[in-house]
C-alpha cells in the first residue's frame, strides 16, 4: 500500500474528519465564487455560510437516508427520482434563504442571490454526485479493507491447517521407517549401516527442505528416490521398483511432500515378506501439468490392509490437495485383482 492510500484509508476511516476537510474546501471554493473583490469582507463570510445551508440540508439528507435506504437497498430508480427531489429542494431552500431567512437573521444587510435556479440546481446537482461519490468511495474502500482482511484470515486459517496436516505426514513417515530399521537391525542385515545413511537424507529433506510453501519438483523426486531406495534395502532383490522421471524437474514447483503419501500407500497394497512383485513409478512434466502414476502389485494381505492406522495416508492426501490446488487436481485411485494403481494429475497454476 502506498503512502498516498494509506493516507486516504486514515482519512475515511474517520468521518468527522473528512466531513470536516469536504466543507472547508467547499467554503473556501463558495467564498472566492461569490466573493465581491479580492479583498474578502465580513459580508463574503456571511454570505457563503448562508449560501451553505442549503447545501448542507441537500448533502446530508443524501448521506443519512437517501444513499443508506435506496441505493443500498438496490432501490436504483427510486433512488434516482429522491436525488432529482432532493436537487429541487435544495434549490427552493437556496432561494428561499436568500429571499427570507436573511432578512430575518441579519435584518442590517442586504443580500441578493447571484444565481438563477438553472445555476442554483447545477450547484445541488455537482454537491450531491461529490456527497454521493463521497459515499461510495468509502464503502468501496471498507470493502476492500474486509476483503483483505478476510483474505489474509483464509491465509493464516490454510496454513495452519496445511501445517498440522504436514505434521501428520512427518510422523507417519517416521513411524514406517523406523519399524524397518528395526526389522534390519534384529536380523542383523548388513545393509543396515546403508539403511541409516539414506534414512538421514530422507530426514534431512523433511526437517530442512519442507518448510516453504514449493519446492522445485526435483528435489521432490530425490526424496523419493531416497524412499524407494530404503524400501529395496528392507524388501530385498525379489521386489522389483522403478521410477522414470520424463521432463524437466527444475522448471516446475510443487507442495513440499505431495507425492510420497502414494508412493508409501504403493508398499502398503504391494508384496509382503518373500513375496515377489513390483512397485513401478512414473513422473510426467509438462509447461503446466504433472502426471504421477504409480502402479503395484498387491500382496495376499492387501486387502485387509488398506489405509490402516486410521487411514492417514490417503485421506491427508486429499485434505492437502483440496487446500493447496482447488478445482487444480484429479486425483484416481483404482484397485484390481492383482494390482493396484494411483494416478495424480496436478494443473497448478502459477
Known amino acids: 500500500m502506498t503512502w498516498s492510500e494509506h493516507s486516504l484509508r486514515w482519512v475515511l476511516r474517520h468521518r ?4 470536516l476537510l469536504f466543507w472547508a474546501l467547499s467554503g473556501y471554493v463558495i467564498l472566492r465564487i461569490t466573493a465581491l473583490s479580492s479583498s474578502l469582507q465580513a459580508i463574503d463570510y456571511l454570505y457563503t455560510g448562508l449560501f451553505h445551508l442549503s447545501l ?82 468509502k464503502a468501496w474502500f471498507r ?4 476483503q483483505q482482511q478476510m483474505a489474509q484470515l483464509t491465509e493464516a486459517q490454510l496454513q495452519s491447517e496445511l501445517k498440522a496436516l504436514q505434521a501428520q505426514v512427518n510422523p507417519h513417515f517416521l513411524f514406517n521407517t523406523l519399524s524397518n530399521l528395526h526389522a534390519l537391525a534384529r536380523r542383523g542385515d548388513e545393509h ?16 530442512y527442505e519442507t518448510q516453504v510453501p514449493l519446492v522445485p519438483v526435483s528435489q521432490e523426486w530425490a526424496y523419493i528416490e531416497h524412499y524407494l531406495a530404503l524400501q529395496q534395502l528392507r524388501l530385498g532383490p525379489h521386489i522389483e521398483l522403478s521410477a522414470q522421471l520424463s521432463g524437466e524437474a527444475d522448471q516446475m514447483e510443487i507442495a513440499p ?35 504421477f502414476v504409480v502402479r503395484n502389485t498387491c500382496g495376499l494381505r492387501a486387502e485387509a490392509e488398506v489405509e490402516t492406522a486410521g487411514g492417514l495416508g490417503l485421506t491427508n492426501l486429499r485434505q492437502r490437495l483440496d487446500l493447496l490446488y482447488p478445482d487444480q487436481y484429479q486425483l484416481t485411485i483404482a484397485p484390481e485383482t492383482q494390482t493396484f494403481s494411483a494416478r495424480l494429475t496436478l494443473t497448478p497454476t502459477p
Open 16 to 19: 468527522w474528519l473528512y466531513h
Open 56 to 137: 448542507l440540508l441537500l448533502v446530508y439528507l443524501n448521506l443519512e437516508i437517501a444513499l443508506p435506504r435506496l441505493l443500498g437497498r438496490g432501490r436504483y430508480f427510486w433512488y434516482l427520482l429522491a436525488a432529482a427531489a432532493l436537487i429541487g429542494l435544495g434549490t427552493l431552500a437556496n432561494w428561499l434563504t436568500f429571499a427570507y431567512l436573511t432578512d430575518w437573521l441579519l435584518p442590517g444587510y442586504y443580500f441578493i442571490n447571484y444565481f438563477d435556479w438553472d445555476q442554483l440546481a447545477q450547484f445541488m446537482g455537482v454537491y450531491l454526485t461529490l456527497s454521493s461519490l463521497l459515499h461510495l468511495s
Open 143 to 146: 470493502l476492500q479493507e474486509s
Open 192 to 207: 543396515t549401516a546403508t539403511f541409516i545413511l539414506r534414512l538421514s537424507e530422507v530426514m534431512r529433506y523433511m526437517i
Open 257 to 291: 511432500l505431495i507425492l510420497i503419501p502414494l508412493v508409501e500407500n504403493a508398499f502398503k497394497h504391494g508384496p509382503r515378506g518373500n513375496e515377489t512383485g513390483f512397485i513401478h513409478l512414473h513422473l510426467s512434466l509438462a509447461a503446466d501439468r504433472l502426471d
